[in-house]
């Protein structure tokens, strides 16, 4: 099965531990089998067993668990090493991938990979230990049965290879509902994700929400669970199918064998014994075989998974770069970039550009434009998150490579509209780290809110607008050269948007800071020193606000040029 190779491949010990763990399985079911033998070979006998016997049982019942210990926790550790090596390479490679393939994946594909898929997979490798001891079994059991004769053996070996491939064809019958029911589950963890980004507005309607619960969500989960069922009672009526078969053979050589071959009491004896021995580990090996269908599903899912999250390229972590950039920057310029991506929900195709743009230390750039203008993608594309397809960046004149790209993203610090706050300053170590946090924590009024105790803070739990400024904090501890803020203070209150705009921009400004402002706050537009207009991705405009007061349309409303007094009464 493909989730052997995968602990043999994947696991992070050594060669010796793995032929050891393999080896212990084989003894453990060599001494269960020889076990058997000396209860037999007693049997025959007649209970007139001599000492040797007696010490061999003895012997064996002590060596048979301690065998299967050594063998358990040996595979236990190679399997837990194995997933470890899983966890970390698939996160590797979500990190890996570039920006705008991830988004094509999308988040409620790669969280059923890293949570259901993983989970799985876990599942199939604790069992793998018991999978080794059994089939270690069956195998000395055969063997032992063709030491007791070679004419009866090749018969039952004829027996077993057909049941096999009769079996082997139930097995790819549930295999292949176990695939369906793990593509249904995809969609499922979409509905999943619906149902919690959108409770409000289900709440509020009623229609919606029966259609979504009854019609959409109930129609994916029905699908899932009738391929599931489906594949599980195939799995069980091939169990079944192989118990009956093993019965057949056992009723084949009690009450046919002597006629046929006229085989003697001893030998018949040894053979039903061995074969009623062979029920328990052959029951355990078919009770176990939907956990390892499913468990090769899932591995296959998220080596897909992985391997499509590297079509694009994969993007190094192997270079150094420096907490604090120390090479100060002079311009960094966008030259006729372009950038293409499919929508998929509106099944249209969105273009950025071309776009020329160039920033420099200490500027204040004010990007506006409706909803769906480029807006966003122009941030994604100038801190490097999305290359450009067409045109290309070049910083201080040197243009961005792959090579460079990790060095150049290190120049921005960022907070998205759709950002994500972690509950601790990673990345950001430092013996002041605290003091440093707890300044800025007063300067955004959040002190009374958040408290800061080796890096962790208190607590994340906050309204939109007070998460947005612990985003805020954070980029500031970061101490970039270029800042972008994508709509920060859509969410702030009257009173700390002005703080803001007025303050906090111009306190990034003196320490020389560029600042790259998503905004569509127009009445703060005259801060600016420049003013950047996109519309269906195309610049429109690209010039100081003092400029565009004849534009159509009027860029600047009016009261936009209130004086320089009561911005700093603020």
């Known amino acids: 099965m493909k989730i052997i190779a995968f602990l043999w491949k994947y696991s992070r010990y050594s060669w010796s531990v793995v032929l050891a763990a393999a080896a212990a399985g084989v003894v453990s079911g060599a001494s269960s089998t020889g076990l058997l033998i000396v209860i037999s070979t007693a049997l025959g006998r007649g209970g007139a067993a001599s000492a040797e016997l007696v010490w061999g049982f003895v012997g064996l019942c002590l060596f048979v668990p301690l065998s299967r210990c050594v063998s358990q926790v040996l595979l236990v550790q190679l399997s837990q090493g194995a997933m470890f090596d899983l966890r970390m390479e698939l996160s590797r490679r979500m990190l890996g991938a570039p920006l705008r393939r991830l988004e094509e994946v999308g988040k409620h594909r790669l969280l059923a990979a890293l949570t259901e898929d993983i989970a799985v997979i876990t599942n199939g490798l604790s069992i793998i230990p018991s999978v080794c001891l059994h089939a270690a079994v069956l195998v000395c059991c ?15 070996l004829l027996f077993i290879v057909v049941g096999t491939a009769v079996f082997q064809l139930g097995v790819r019958f549930a295999m292949r509902y176990l695939r369906l029911a793990r593509e249904e589950q995809d969609a499922l963890f979409g509905h999943f994700r619906a149902l919690a980004e959108g409770t409000k507005e289900l ?10 619960l009854y019609r959409v969500l109930s129609t994916t989960a029905s699908s899932f669970r009738g391929h599931s069922v489906t594949g599980s009672a195939l799995y069980t009526l091939v169990g079944s199918s192989a118990q009956l078969l093993h019965f057949a053979l056992i009723g084949l050589i009690v009450f046919l064998l002597p006629v046929w071959l006229g085989v003697g009491g001893q030998t018949l004896t040894s053979y039903t014994v061995v074969l009623l ?6 029951d355990v090996l078919l009770s176990i075989l939907p956990s390892l269908g499913r468990a090769n599903v899932a591995l296959r899912k998220v080596e897909s998974l992985g391997l499509s999250l590297m079509k694009e390229g994969r993007e190094t972590d192997d270079v150094y770069v420096p907490a604090k950039l120390a090479r100060a920057w002079e311009s960094l310029e966008l030259r006729g970039v372009r950038h293409t991506y499919h929508r998929e929900r509106e099944n249209s195709t969105f273009e950025l550009g071309p776009v020329d743009l160039t920033l420099r230390p200490g500027e204040v750039v004010f990007v506006t434009g409706g909803n769906g203008s480029g807006k966003t993608t122009l941030a994604k594309i100038l801190t490097g998150l999305y290359l450009p397809e067409g045109g290309e960046i070049l910083l201080d004149g040197r243009p961005l490579t792959e090579q460079t790209l990790e060095h150049y993203r290190q120049h921005f610090a960022v907070v998205f509209s759709d950002f994500y706050l972690f509950d601790s300053l990673l990345g950001l170590e430092s013996p002041e780290l605290d003091e440093s946090a707890r300044h800025y924590l007063a300067h955004f009024h959040l002190d009374h809110k958040v408290e800061v105790r080796d890096g962790a803070l208190s607590t994340t739990e906050l309204s939109q607008g007070q998460r947005k400024r612990l985003a805020l904090l954070t980029a500031y501890l970061e101490d970039r050269p270029i800042y972008v803020f994508d709509e920060w203070a859509a969410d702030q209150d009257p009173e700390f948007r002005d703080i803001f705009y007025f303050q906090l921009l111009s306190e990034l400004k003196a320490k020389g800071k560029t600042l790259v402002v998503i905004s569509h706050d127009d009445r703060y537009y005259h801060l600016a020193d420049r003013l950047v207009k996109l519309d269906s991705g195309q ?3 690209s010039a100081p606000p003092a400029q565009l007061a004849g ?20």
């Open 539 to 541: 610049v429109v405009y």
């Open 203 to 212: 709440k509020l309607h009623q229609r919606r929400r029966r259609a979504f």
């Open 277 to 282: 021995y062979m029920m328990v580990p052959l």
């Open 551 to 570: 534009v159509a349309g009027r860029a600047l409303p009016e009261g936009a040029g209130r004086d320089a007094a009561a911005a700093r009464s603020v």
């Open 142 to 156: 055969m063997a032992y049965l063709a030491w007791l004769s070679w004419t009866v053996f090749l018969g039952v």
